[in-house]
Protein backbone atom coordinates (compact mmCIF):
# COMPACT_ATOMS: atom_id res chain seq x y z
CA UNK A 1 0.00 0.00 0.00
CA UNK A 2 1.39 3.73 -1.18
CA UNK A 3 1.99 6.26 1.53
CA UNK A 4 -0.90 8.10 -0.01
CA UNK A 5 -3.28 5.13 0.26
CA UNK A 6 -2.47 4.74 4.28
CA UNK A 7 -2.80 8.68 4.53
CA UNK A 8 -6.86 8.44 3.28
CA UNK A 9 -7.46 5.44 5.07
CA UNK A 10 -5.94 7.39 7.86
CA UNK A 11 -8.19 9.96 7.10
CA UNK A 12 -11.23 7.96 7.53
CA UNK A 13 -11.94 7.55 11.13
CA UNK A 14 -14.05 4.16 10.49
CA UNK A 15 -10.19 2.79 9.34
CA UNK A 16 -7.64 4.85 10.99
CA UNK A 17 -6.92 1.93 13.45
CA UNK A 18 -5.85 0.17 10.62
CA UNK A 19 -4.31 2.51 8.77
CA UNK A 20 -1.98 3.30 11.64
CA UNK A 21 -1.29 -0.60 12.16
CA UNK A 22 -0.24 -0.86 8.58
CA UNK A 23 1.78 2.47 8.60
CA UNK A 24 3.72 0.76 11.90
CA UNK A 25 4.09 -2.28 10.08
CA UNK A 26 5.83 -0.85 7.00
CA UNK A 27 8.08 1.01 8.31
CA UNK A 28 8.83 0.01 12.26
CA UNK A 29 11.73 -2.24 11.18
CA UNK A 30 13.25 0.78 9.21
CA UNK A 31 13.01 3.31 11.80
CA UNK A 32 14.52 0.81 14.70
CA UNK A 33 17.54 0.31 12.70
CA UNK A 34 17.74 3.94 12.14
CA UNK A 35 17.50 4.79 16.43
CA UNK A 36 20.09 1.62 16.65
CA UNK A 37 22.62 2.57 15.01
CA UNK A 38 22.38 6.08 16.86
CA UNK A 39 21.54 4.58 20.70
CA UNK A 40 23.20 0.83 19.89
CA UNK A 41 21.12 -0.48 23.06
CA UNK A 42 18.50 -2.69 21.89
CA UNK A 43 15.94 -1.45 24.72
CA UNK A 44 16.55 2.11 24.20
CA UNK A 45 16.30 1.40 20.46
CA UNK A 46 12.69 -0.06 21.44
CA UNK A 47 11.89 2.93 23.38
CA UNK A 48 12.76 5.36 20.95
CA UNK A 49 10.77 3.51 18.37
CA UNK A 50 8.04 3.35 20.33
CA UNK A 51 8.15 7.23 21.41
CA UNK A 52 8.58 7.90 17.84
CA UNK A 53 5.42 6.11 16.58
CA UNK A 54 3.69 7.64 19.86
CA UNK A 55 4.51 11.30 17.98
CA UNK A 56 3.62 9.77 14.57
CA UNK A 57 0.29 9.02 15.55
CA UNK A 58 -0.66 12.66 17.45
CA UNK A 59 0.55 14.23 14.68
CA UNK A 60 -0.33 12.15 12.07
CA UNK A 61 -3.87 14.13 11.12
CA UNK A 62 -1.55 17.56 10.79
CA UNK A 63 0.54 15.82 8.37
CA UNK A 64 0.38 18.63 5.58
CA UNK A 65 2.31 16.40 3.10
CA UNK A 66 5.03 19.14 2.48
CA UNK A 67 7.26 15.63 2.56
CA UNK A 68 6.94 12.05 1.81
CA UNK A 69 5.57 10.44 4.64
CA UNK A 70 8.24 8.44 5.47
CA UNK A 71 11.32 11.49 5.43
CA UNK A 72 8.93 13.45 8.01
CA UNK A 73 8.67 9.66 10.27
CA UNK A 74 12.53 9.56 9.92
CA UNK A 75 12.96 13.55 11.07
CA UNK A 76 10.85 12.73 14.43
CA UNK A 77 12.95 9.58 14.79
CA UNK A 78 16.18 11.33 14.00
CA UNK A 79 14.96 14.25 16.40
CA UNK A 80 13.85 11.49 19.33
CA UNK A 81 17.46 10.01 19.15
CA UNK A 82 19.50 13.39 19.49
CA UNK A 83 16.84 14.16 22.35
CA UNK A 84 17.57 11.19 23.77
CA UNK A 85 21.48 11.55 23.65
CA UNK A 86 21.56 14.81 24.56
CA UNK A 87 19.39 13.68 27.95
CA UNK A 88 21.77 11.03 28.67
CA UNK A 89 24.54 13.30 28.56
CA UNK A 90 23.18 16.06 30.65
CA UNK A 91 21.42 14.01 33.39
CA UNK A 92 24.91 12.18 33.93
CA UNK A 93 26.28 15.93 33.56
CA UNK A 94 28.97 13.25 30.83
CA UNK A 95 31.14 14.90 28.28
CA UNK A 96 30.45 13.58 24.83
CA UNK A 97 33.52 10.76 25.38
CA UNK A 98 31.97 9.15 28.39
CA UNK A 99 28.69 8.53 26.14
CA UNK A 100 30.52 7.21 23.22
CA UNK A 101 32.45 5.16 25.85
CA UNK A 102 29.49 4.15 26.86
CA UNK A 103 28.05 3.40 23.66
CA UNK A 104 31.09 1.55 22.43
CA UNK A 105 30.91 -0.73 25.13
CA UNK A 106 27.45 -1.79 24.56
CA UNK A 107 28.18 -2.54 21.12
CA UNK A 108 31.21 -4.51 22.46
CA UNK A 109 29.26 -6.68 24.95
CA UNK A 110 25.81 -7.12 22.89
CA UNK A 111 25.91 -9.71 19.72
CA UNK A 112 22.84 -8.19 18.13
CA UNK A 113 24.13 -4.93 17.09
CA UNK A 114 26.87 -6.34 14.42
CA UNK A 115 25.45 -9.91 14.24
CA UNK A 116 28.97 -11.27 15.60
CA UNK A 117 30.65 -9.86 12.64
CA UNK A 118 34.36 -7.99 13.43
CA UNK A 119 34.39 -6.03 10.07
CA UNK A 120 31.42 -4.87 11.29
CA UNK A 121 32.10 -4.34 14.91
CA UNK A 122 35.18 -2.18 13.59
CA UNK A 123 33.07 -0.44 11.38
CA UNK A 124 30.59 0.89 14.40
CA UNK A 125 33.18 1.66 16.48
CA UNK A 126 34.74 3.99 13.89
CA UNK A 127 31.34 5.94 13.86
CA UNK A 128 30.76 6.11 17.56
CA UNK A 129 34.15 8.71 17.00
CA UNK A 130 31.99 10.19 15.01
CA UNK A 131 30.33 13.65 15.92
CA UNK A 132 26.40 12.94 16.01
CA UNK A 133 25.56 14.95 13.19
CA UNK A 134 28.26 13.07 10.56
CA UNK A 135 27.36 9.68 12.37
CA UNK A 136 23.34 10.31 11.46
CA UNK A 137 24.35 11.38 8.22
CA UNK A 138 26.74 8.90 7.25
CA UNK A 139 24.07 6.20 8.73
CA UNK A 140 21.22 7.32 6.29
CA UNK A 141 23.30 7.56 3.50
CA UNK A 142 25.22 4.40 3.70
CA UNK A 143 23.06 1.68 5.34
CA UNK A 144 19.27 3.63 4.19
CA UNK A 145 20.51 4.28 1.00
CA UNK A 146 18.73 7.55 1.17
CA UNK A 147 19.64 10.71 -1.41
CA UNK A 148 21.15 13.67 0.29
CA UNK A 149 17.72 15.71 -0.93
CA UNK A 150 16.20 13.32 1.61
CA UNK A 151 18.17 13.45 4.11
CA UNK A 152 17.76 17.25 3.86
CA UNK A 153 14.37 17.14 4.40
CA UNK A 154 15.06 15.06 7.68
CA UNK A 155 17.27 17.14 9.29
CA UNK A 156 17.13 20.40 8.22
CA UNK A 157 20.50 20.43 6.51
CA UNK A 158 21.33 21.98 2.94
CA UNK A 159 22.36 19.30 0.61
CA UNK A 160 26.25 21.32 0.19
CA UNK A 161 26.67 20.52 3.67
CA UNK A 162 25.71 17.21 4.12
CA UNK A 163 27.95 16.04 0.93
CA UNK A 164 30.70 17.38 3.38
CA UNK A 165 29.37 15.69 6.18
CA UNK A 166 29.63 13.05 4.52
CA UNK A 167 33.05 13.47 2.78
CA UNK A 168 34.32 14.11 6.38
CA UNK A 169 32.75 11.24 8.11
CA UNK A 170 34.22 9.08 5.48
CA UNK A 171 37.50 10.45 6.01
CA UNK A 172 37.37 9.67 9.43
CA UNK A 173 36.22 6.75 9.15
CA UNK A 174 39.11 5.41 6.68
CA UNK A 175 41.65 6.79 9.18
CA UNK A 176 40.21 4.91 11.85
CA UNK A 177 39.90 1.67 9.98
CA UNK A 178 43.14 1.97 8.84
CA UNK A 179 45.84 2.90 11.69
CA UNK A 180 45.70 -0.38 13.18
Known sequence: MTDEELLQKYRDPSSRNYAFNLL???????????????????????????????????????????SQLYTWIYRIATNECLNFLNKKRRRFFLPIGDVEGELMEKLETDPGVVGGDEVQLKLQKALLKLPEKQRLVFNMKYFDDMKYEEISEITGTSVGALKASYHLAVKKIEEYLTKD
Open 24 to 66: VRKYQQKIYWHIRKMVIDHDDANDLTQETFIKVWNSLENFRGD
